[in-house]
């Protein structure tokens, strides 16, 4: 890093890119250089992410755009920033009155603003939505014969007249705050999941000085508070616009998003939902849309494009909805009304199905509701094979609510409890005395043994009060043990509000992306003098699951994370639809895999989403695992399941399923057994 005092930039005068940072002395104020690492540049997400950082300073701080000369604008709107038009490369200039700002915001860039850059982004507006390869697969178990429907919503009216000023003020300010508590309430339910950026960037623009400003402005003028908001976002819409860079003028839709929803809560006008109960069709759906499913009205779903490890596709299975992905035009084009059937196991779809196909479809539906009865009725019972084999059925665990939600669904522990709910959208790290509140919290709530998961964050995950490094590849980089361990501190908090919580509750500990022994023991260490925590490791990392006799002097027991350790052993990313065929864990080589865990003879669980799935329970189960844990709402299917296999059996397909060639294969064997 280099000052120079005497050489100040001027700001219209483009340059070339570089990746080195320079700071300079320009009286009174500091600057600094910065590249613009991120694929699609300074867009929403990574602006509300610096917007977010230059409040938490309370420093002025202006940017310049040196490539294209653009600025300066303030770093404290979103949508000036996003003005700037920061694509990838450009090279921007900091200005601010402290060089700890301008550090600070440099730090912040060169760690690519903690966006991750493995998150597949929204399409353009003007491209198709892709659709899975292989048409439509099965996504969320289920078996349904009804009405197609799609989200529909009454047309916004903006009308001048109005009140007073101060009238129309109180309105305008009402329904921004309802608005900020919608999205405050989806953000807070999509934390753990790389989605929560987006909404992290509406919220950003609820609070953005540039935006309500306009608005304010326009109504103290007189016009009604609807007028004046829809012309302002209007505005803001028509600069981002027209943006040079094609992916910032597309994120114009997040101003328009934005724009309606507020638009929405003056006029009193609902949002968009199912007009009646049916099937709902959909090219796909947000993981905002996954959540807010009305589901007294929702009996199933159909995608056009979509994945089975989809966010929306674990939303739909953690809400027990019946959901099939990738049925491309059968989704787009089936007329409003027409019957639809579908299977969300197999993944068949019918519109307009033929009086045969119907009564099948009939038949499966009330054969399944009535195993849904049965298996809720058995639910508390344990589940034991029909040759006495018992099997511990466990929850995957993120607050409270799910707590009390898996203890009458009859869960045996909690198999996996995700910690960086505490951690992820906050401004500092929660302290040792919130950390045992909550923990104690989930544990008296379910009143089982409870497996509390470390902090698994990182390049994917960022957190805003920890120093990252910068990595193109998060997915492969610093994430889960590897950045607790290099923030001892913080994992010496979380390991002793954890040992605080099992002097009164059966709780044991698991640590998240071991690869080597050396992670296990330098986690042990940092536990409380005298504390008798059982210590286990999830197996993620293909390396780990082929070498764990050599950790099993270090662990306590073993958990498999089936989704990541499907993506690293068969290269193919859970959330991308281009390769969802391959991302599926009953892949030989991931039950391979499984199969070398197991023989480690350490106790066994797997929590991953092949522990829910029907078709892998029998290979899981032949394969000698003994706990399966998953969300809530599936511990009673899965208990049932159990019930109807036996081990010998099962480990005859296991043992023919890691002989076969593709997962697809395997399904198939399982679906003939």
């Not at 060169?110 to 048409?135: I, V």
Request: charged share 25%; with cysteine; glycine share 8%.
């Amino acid at each position: 890093m280099q000052t120079d005092p005497s050489s100040p930039v001027e700001p219209s005068s483009p340059v070339e890119p570089s990746s080195s940072v320079e700071l300079v002395e320009t009286p009174p104020a500091m600057s600094g250089r910065f590249t613009v690492r991120n694929p699609h540049g300074l867009h929403a997400r990574p602006a509300a992410r610096l917007v977010q950082e230059v409040r938490r300073l309370a420093a002025d701080v202006e940017l310049v755009n040196l490539t294209t000369g653009a600025g300066p604008e303030p770093g404290s709107s979103m949508i000036r920033v996003a003005v700037l038009g920061a694509a990838q490369g450009h090279e921007v200039e900091v200005r601010a009155r402290t060089q700890e700002a301008v550090d600070a915001v440099v730090a912040l860039a060169e760690r690519g603003f903690d966006e991750s850059f493995e998150t597949p982004h929204e399409p353009a507006a003007d491209q198709e939505p892709a659709t899975s390869a292989g048409g439509p697969r099965g996504a969320s178990p289920g078996v349904v014969l009804g009405p197609a429907r799609r989200l529909v919503s009454a047309p916004l009216e903006v009308s001048e007249a109005g009140g007073t000023p101060e009238e129309e003020s109180g309105r305008l300010d009402v329904a921004l705050a309802a608005a900020r508590g919608e999205v405050e309430a989806t953000h807070r339910a999509l934390r753990q999941t790389p989605e929560a950026e987006i909404f992290e960037a509406h919220l950003a623009l609820l609070d953005d000085d540039s935006l309500l400003g306009r608005a304010r402005a326009l109504v103290a003028e007189g016009r009604s508070a609807a007028a004046a908001w829809t012309d302002a976002v209007a505005e803001v819409h028509d600069e981002w616009a027209a943006l040079d860079d094609p992916y910032l003028r597309e994120r114009a839709a997040d101003v328009d998003a934005v724009g309606e929803q507020v638009l929405r809560s003056i006029t009193g006008v609902a949002p968009a939902a199912m007009p009646a109960a049916g099937v709902l069709l959909a090219d796909d759906l947000t993981p905002a849309e996954a959540a807010a499913l009305d589901l007294d009205l929702v009996q199933g779903v159909v995608l056009a494009a979509g994945s089975p490890t989809s966010h929306a596709a674990i939303l739909a299975r953690a809400r027990d909805v019946p959901l099939v992905v990738g049925a491309g035009d059968l989704a787009r084009t089936a007329p409003d009304g027409a019957t639809v059937a579908l299977d969300g196991s197999t993944g068949e779809v019918h519109v307009d199905p033929s009086d045969e196909v119907r009564r099948d479809f009939e038949r499966r539906a009330e054969a399944e509701r009535e195993q849904r009865r049965t298996a809720l009725d058995a639910a508390q019972r344990p589940a034991a094979t029909t040759d006495g084999v018992t099997v511990v059925v466990g929850a995957n665990l993120g607050s409270v609510a799910d707590a009390e939600l898996a203890r009458a669904s009859g869960a045996d522990k909690a198999g996996l409890v995700r910690t960086e709910l505490l951690f992820l959208g906050r401004d500092d790290a929660p302290g040792e005395d919130e950390q045992a509140t909550t923990y104690a919290a989930v544990a008296a709530a379910l009143d089982r043994r409870v497996t509390l998961r470390t902090l698994d964050v990182g390049g994917d995950k960022p957190l805003p009060y920890v120093a990252a490094p910068a990595e193109d590849n998060p997915f492969l980089g610093v994430r889960g043990v590897r950045l607790s361990l290099r923030h001892p501190d913080l994992l010496r908090t979380q390991l002793a509000a954890m040992a605080r919580v099992a002097d009164d509750a059966d709780v044991e500990v698991m640590v998240p992306m071991v690869a080597v022994p050396a992670e296990m023991d330098a986690v042990r260490a940092l536990l409380p003098e005298g504390s008798s925590l059982r210590l286990g490791m999830m197996v993620e990392v293909p390396s780990a699951a082929l070498k764990l006799p050599a950790l099993a002097a270090h662990v306590d027991f073993v958990s498999i994370g089936t989704n990541d350790l499907t993506q690293y052993a068969v290269a193919a990313e859970r959330g991308n639809p281009g390769v969802a065929e391959l991302g599926d864990p009953l892949d030989p080589g991931v039950l391979q895999l499984v199969e070398r865990v197991v023989a480690a003879g350490l106790p066994t669980g797997v929590c991953g989403e092949a522990a829910a799935d029907p078709a892998g329970v029998p290979l899981l189960l032949g394969l000698g695992v003994r706990e399966l844990s998953v969300a809530p709402p599936a511990v009673p299917r899965v208990k049932a399941l159990v019930r109807t296999l036996d081990t010998a059996s099962c480990a005859a397909l296991a043992r023919e399923a890691l002989t076969l060639p593709d997962a697809a294969a395997v399904r198939r064997l399982v679906a003939g057994s």
